[in-house]
């Protein structure tokens, strides 16, 4: 059974820095692409970051610079660090294996 655990969302104020973790569990992960998206209220769900087996990184225009996407496979974990964070990045975050996706976690950014 596929399980993604995701963790660290909070509030924090705007400029502040946040690490997200989603913990995978019943997947061979280290072959696998892991990504994060986000939901803002009434807004569609958006892609965020990719990281793939390689390592290889993309990221959403909005997040580049900010936002660094890693993996530890020896913990079957992938990571979101959030830095400069702004309102506008408030939002439901969930990360993704294939058509697997975690809870999601909360992200409040306070102006």
């Known amino acids: 059974q596929v399980q993604l655990v995701e963790s660290g969302g909070g509030l924090v104020q705007a400029g502040g820095s946040l690490r997200l973790s989603c913990a995978a569990s019943?997947?061979?992960?280290?072959?696998?692409?892991m990504d994060w998206y986000r939901q803002a209220p009434q807004k569609q769900r958006e892609w965020v970051a990719t990281?793939?087996?390689?390592?290889?990184?993309s990221y959403a225009d909005s997040v580049k610079g900010r936002f660094t996407i890693s993996r530890d496979n020896a913990k079957s974990t992938v990571y979101l660090q959030m830095n400069s964070l702004k309102p506008e990045d408030t939002a439901v975050y969930y990360c993704?294996?294939?058509?697997?996706w975690g809870q999601g976690t909360q992200v409040t950014v306070s102006s």
């Open positions: 993704r294996c294939g058509n697997y």
């Open positions: 019943g997947i061979i992960f280290w072959i696998n692409t």
């Open positions: 990281i793939t087996s390689g390592s290889s990184t």
